[in-house]
């Protein structure tokens, strides 16, 4: 069963603006973490939260965490081309023990 | 991909026929893992090793095994390939597991397995 759901499936934008990707998940977690996804390519770490963490930078990377809501934001502030991929959250639910991961969210920056 | 490979990257099969992905590590990671990823599921864990001779199943293993006898190998095996096992196989490792403090998991390239 899926533990986490993007929202939207998929975003369009022009390059330079700001792209914002939703997680939500159903039970209590240790952390969650978001991957990215190019075309054709293997999955790449981007950033991991806590449970007790509400909001941690990396780049041009923002990601929240409201754990009272289940769910999850993911901004890429000031877009390129190159961050055109598939971006997937996956969580560590303290009750199952493995990541799960969502369905993704494709986004596409044009230039 | 640094670090993880898998083999063959692509392979086209018939039904019925026992089908073998390899996934190589050179990063001494303890944990491994072999996800299927289908459009509009996502991904999906079939089976993990947490050690040499050790491993689990997912939350899609039926129809798979697998084997570690290396820390750096982890074999996928299709015993009796069929149509809806046709998809995309990735390989991932992490230093820990569900729970401990650095969880990440980094992947490898992928499989694309046709099974005609």
């Known amino acids: 069963s899926q533990q986490g759901e993007e929202d939207p499936q998929a975003l369009s934008i022009q390059e330079g603006e700001n792209a914002t990707m939703n997680c939500s998940y159903k039970?209590?977690?240790?952390?969650l973490q978001w991957y990215r996804q190019n075309s054709g390519r293997g999955l790449v770490h981007l950033i991991l939260?806590?449970?007790?963490?509400r909001e941690k930078h990396s780049g041009r990377l923002r990601v929240t965490l409201d754990t009272s809501k289940k769910s999850s934001s993911l901004l890429i502030t000031a877009s390129r081309a190159a961050d055109t991929a598939s971006y997937f959250c996956?969580?560590?639910?303290?009750?199952?023990?493995?990541?799960?991961f969502g369905k993704g969210t494709k986004l596409s920056v044009k230039p | 991909d640094a670090g993880i490979t898998q083999s063959p990257r692509h392979k086209v099969t018939e039904t019925g026929t026992p089908v073998t992905l390899r996934c190589h590590q050179t990063e001494n990671h303890r944990y491994m893992y072999w996800y299927r990823q289908d459009p509009g599921h996502g991904l999906r864990l079939i089976h993990y090793?947490?050690?040499?001779?050790?491993?689990d199943k997912g939350e899609v293993s039926d129809g798979y095994s697998v084997s570690r006898s290396k820390t750096e190998d982890f074999l996928l095996t299709l015993e009796s390939a069929t149509s809806s096992q046709t998809s995309v196989y990735f390989c991932?490792?992490?230093?820990?597991?569900?729970?401990?403090?650095?969880?990440?998991?980094?992947f490898g390239p992928g499989t694309r397995l046709t099974v005609t």
């Open positions: 939260i806590r449970s007790n963490e």
């Open positions: 090793s947490y050690g040499v001779k050790d491993t």
């Open positions: 991932a490792i992490s230093e820990s597991g569900s729970g401990e403090i650095s969880y990440e998991q980094y």
């Open positions: 996956a969580t560590d639910a303290r009750s199952q023990g493995n990541l799960i």
């Open positions: 039970t209590s977690i240790n952390n």
